[in-house]
């Protein structure tokens, strides 16, 4: 489908878009505490979001949300578990943990997605696409390792550890959920109002860390990036996705994420000046076939329900 194949190419683009977050989180991190920049950062999508519902439905008068209180319940969810969960769970994380161990725990996505999926809206998984995800993993791991898997003997589990696993399920769940109850709420509504929903709760956990104390320090470059996050990595990353889960689904839109890791090195060796090694070239082949195969299974199923 001609659809499919857009729809794969933005979120190829999204999975861009997110790794260059870990890079502008560099220039961050050392001036704006984790709830402060998150909240900074949904703040100005909250307002590229509404302007962009708002063209929308100006080109499309059909496409007009008519606010429902039955669906607070849906913004709360996606506003909460998806954008405040995973993030604050995040930046938690990498307090307590290595980049190796929460690196790989966040890989997993894809397969707590899948789980999820086949638990509660008991959705059957094939066995190719199932084993797509498996090599699309298995790419992540051996990149991260540097293909060295003694890495992994050498992990322990923490606090941290389990604070990635609890930001991977609620990245799951969000897609999940978005999926299998909100489709009946225009994609760039939805996204408005969860970040709304995200901006709202934010501002006390924001007014704790005391943002007037160090606003006047926070240089330009931390600035440009936390632009960067909030346009493109928020604004229109999350815009993108939210159509694309209703086109390809939430099993298929989570490999995506595999790929974050392969432009987060690129990205890393380019503007950090680190090296890019020739084994992280080689698992990057491994990670695009196990997106490609998950793909092309995922799209044969489809066409074949449609028949």
Known sequence: ??????????????????????????Y????????????????????????????????????????DRRDIPHFLFTGIVGMVGYHIFFFEALNYTTAINSSIIRAVDPVVTVLIT???????????????IL???????????????SHLAEMEFNRGDLYMICAVVCWAAYGVYS???????PAVVLT?????????????FSLLEKPWEFIGEIPVSAWVALLFMAVFCSGFAYYIQQGALRVIGPARCSIFVNLVPVFSFVLASLMLGEELQPIKILTTAVIIAGVCLCQITGQSKQRSEDK
């Open 28 to 67: 961050t991190g050392p001036y704006i505490p984790s709830c402060t920049v998150t909240f900074m950062r949904f703040a100005v999508a909250l307002i590229l979001i509404y302007i962009i519902m708002k063209k929308t439905q100006e080109k499309d008068p059909s496409s007009v949300y008519h606010f």
């Open 1 to 26: 489908m001609k659809s499919d194949k857009k729809i794969y190419a933005l979120m190829t683009m999204v999975a861009f878009f997110w790794s260059g977050a870990f890079i502008a989180g560099k």
């Open 179 to 185: 999926k299998a109850k909100c489709s009946h709420i």
């Open 135 to 149: 090599l699309s993993l298995a790419g992540v791991v051996l990149t991260i390792t540097a293909g060295d898997l």
């Open 118 to 132: 086949f638990i509660f809206l008991h959705r059957s998984v094939p066995l190719k696409q199932f084993l797509g």
């Open 192 to 204: 408005f109002y969860s970040f709304l929903v995200c901006a709202v709760v934010l501002i006390p």
